[in-house]
């Protein structure tokens, strides 16, 4: 009798560690944009996984008053307006700004009917709040999860370098190897929209994970998979369908794909589900020079140069995994 209560009780511990879940305490630093939005919905759909201390916003896709206005309409949306929300960087560092407006319309939200969300911004700058939240942290306590150019933290770091000691780790979602670009044959948006800031955050010795184009053209839309989206028969669904269903097409129509890549969700799910992906530990340094190669990442892949491994590269992803995860966390809300 001893003997079977003991196995029993063993059964009940493996049952119980085997539901403890990794909770990350995440900033988004996101420039929304339409995959942007789907990001910040499953991330803010998953609170047993993700704590959520803050969105900080930055130009990129579309101009820092949209991006702002569009990451408070997915907080809207998620049902989640305690999430504060910081406006950061209205340009690059150096370069002439660009956008994305030709990916994701004039407003930014493709798809769907925008307006002006009913709570307001955070009072305070983007820039401030990392240094301070940073410099208070705990070591090592906080992941952010980068989707857009990296303004915002390259401030950050140039004013107080110190704010590394609060950093877990930054996913980035940016970069191109074996895909090649999507800016030029070799530059991807995120880090071309301001090289030099990657390049800041890049050197700053912190644990870096890059969620690059070779992955996340790996994980496309299909006809089915928006169908089990849609089939939710909620807000999210719907919304997510029309912003997706619209978005797609230009990548489709470029690339001659079957379905078109959600970039910025696969940052939120690599945070939620890493064995959804694989990578490897390699080198990558960030052109700024004028000319073709502005922006491109040299990833060294193959350790040609046997330098410092400064970067988690992802390569491949589990599409079916990605989207079974983004409908299952889409179905909580409203």
Known sequence: MHQLRSVIFVSLLSAAVVQIVERHDLIIDTDPGADDVVALLLALASPDE?????ITTVAGNVRLDKTSRNARLAREWAGRE????YAGAS???????????????KEGLPGV????????????????????????AAPHS?????????TNMALALMQ???????????VVMGGAHFNGGNMSPVAEFNIYADPHAAQIVLASDVKLTYIPLDVTHKILTSEQRLKQIAGLNNQAGMLVCGILNEYVKADMAHYGLPGGPVHDASVIAYLLKP?????????????????ITFGQTLADWYDTLKQDKNVFWVKNGDAQGFFNLLTARLSRLK
């Open 160 to 170: 107080a370098p110190e704010i590394t000691q609060g950093i877990k780790e930054i």
């Open 142 to 150: 906080i992941t952010l999860a980068m989707l857009g150019p990296q």
């Open 275 to 291: 064995e959804l992906f694989t990578g490897k530990q390699i080198n990558v340094v960030i052109d700024s020079r004028e000319g």
């Open 82 to 85: 305690e999430v504060p929300v």
């Open 91 to 105: 340009k690059p560092l150096v370069r002439t700004p660009i956008y994305a407006e030709n990916m994701h319309g």
């Open 113 to 136: 009917a925008v307006h002006e969300p009913k709570v307001g911004m955070a009072k305070g700058n983007a820039v401030d709040y990392l240094i301070e939240t940073l410099s208070k």
């Open 50 to 54: 993700l704590n959520v201390l803050a």
